[in-house]
């Protein structure tokens, strides 16, 4: 299992990719006939799990930088590190890839080499562009995609609405999408909720926090808005920052995003506050005891941890219609999906009509750790029958 270089296991704070590194690990070790090694940063470890790792300290700061900057030579070395070791053990059925694009790139590669076992590479970010995306500044990465021989080389998304963007090109080793999922059970769950909203995401236009802000000034509502700000977690960081002129990070997007967009409602409306990057029991307080998430992505989101985070403590989601919102939403039953931002604030105010207990069972049936382990066992089973057959 090669996670991304940049942050340890188990996480601690903001974790997307990693978070569903780690639970998906700690499950497949309860899988009869599976064992699991763990490639990933070594600035803390796993109980249980024998992890191998070439950096030893965290690199949080270096994921806002540009792929040509530092972060490719970490991630380089990180591939280059890992390879040397499962060619040298020589045991490996198969490695499971979670390092957006350049992952895919490096194992199309590397999976043609003799007694490099086949690879299984998640797409878990958005890596088929758009006219959008590319207009945001995104570059087109398709072309990159379709031109790749891949080896043995296999893929698979975390949600059919990104699956569906695939490059015509790789349709031949695309597997079936498999939900991303969480150790729902850690999550307290609390049908009792307080009086205030929340929102859990990265600061960024595309999360649309917002219009989460404009609906809580608007209704005078109780509106906790939680993150990182480019990568700051601290609110006594971010009010620093803010006040200085010269910050290194004004030219930083997300930063202007927070300073330009958001903090005008956090200064003139005292009920909407930055509650900073929550962890631990924190973090789970935040969530279980919250009238609603609200999550109003202005982008096709491939997934969404904080959605269901939210709904295994109970706690119901009103979103934007897009992306993969559908195949984690059942309007009316764990939450409200909007088509547009007056429907958004008028399922806000309807959020009472949600059960808890609904919301609940929802992440247990679908998005328990447990489910997404034996899909990706299935899918494991399938890259190993598929590379035998070209053998």
């Known amino acids: 299992m090669i996670a991304p270089p940049w942050l340890a296991l188990p996480i601690k704070g903001y974790g997307g990719i990693e978070l569903v590194v780690q639970s998906l690990v700690q499950e497949l070790q309860r899988i009869d006939g599976v064992s699991v090694e763990l490639f990933a940063n070594g600035a803390r470890r796993m109980k249980g799990v024998r992890t191998h790792a070439y950096y030893d300290r965290e690199y949080f700061d270096a994921i806002d930088l540009p792929y040509y900057d530092a972060p490719l030579q970490i991630m380089q070395t990180h591939f280059n590190f890992a390879l040397k070791e499962i060619e040298a053990d020589g045991g490996f059925d198969i490695i499971h890839d979670h390092n957006p694009y350049i992952g895919p790139a490096y194992f199309s590669l590397a999976s043609r080499i003799a007694g490099v076992p086949p690879v299984l590479h998640t797409f878990h970010g958005p890596p088929f562009s758009t006219a959008e995306t590319i207009a945001g500044g995104q570059a087109d990465n398709r072309p990159q995609l379709s031109l790749m021989n891949l080896g043995r080389l296999y893929m698979t998304c975390i949600s059919d609405a990104m699956a569906k963007k695939a490059p015509k090109e790789i ?21 009792v909720k307080q009086n205030y909203y929340i929102t859990l995401a990265r600061f960024t236009k595309d999360k649309g926090q917002v219009t989460a802000a404009k609906f809580a000034a608007k209704y005078k509502k109780r509106l906790r808005m939680a993150g990182t700000v480019a990568g700051i977690g601290s609110n006594r960081k971010l009010l620093f920052e803010l006040s200085n002129p010269l910050s290194k990070y004004r030219k930083n997007e997300e930063f202007r995003y927070y300073s330009d967009k ?72 764990n939450g409200f999906l909007a088509n547009s931002e007056r429907e958004f604030y008028e399922y806000a105010l309807r959020v009472d009509e949600i059960s808890p207990e609904a919301c609940r069972n929802s992440v247990e049936m679908y998005f328990s750790a447990r489910v997404m382990a034996e899909q990706y066992v299935e899918r494991y089973r399938e890259v190993i029958a598929l590379t035998s057959t070209e053998e």
């Open 171 to 191: 349709k031949p080793h695309m597997l079936r999408a498999v939900h991303n999922a969480i150790a729902y059970e850690q999550f307290p769950f609390e049908p």
């Open 262 to 333: 958001i903090l005008p409602y956090v200064l003139t409306y005292p009920r909407i506050t930055y509650s900073g990057n929550l962890s631990g029991k924190r973090k789970m307080q935040f969530l279980s005891c919250a009238k609603a998430l609200l999550f109003p992505i202005e982008w096709e989101e491939p997934f969404g941890m904080a959605v269901i985070e939210a709904l295994a403590c109970g706690t119901p989601v009103v979103a934007m219609n897009r992306g993969a919102m559908p195949e984690i939403i059942e309007h009316g039953v």
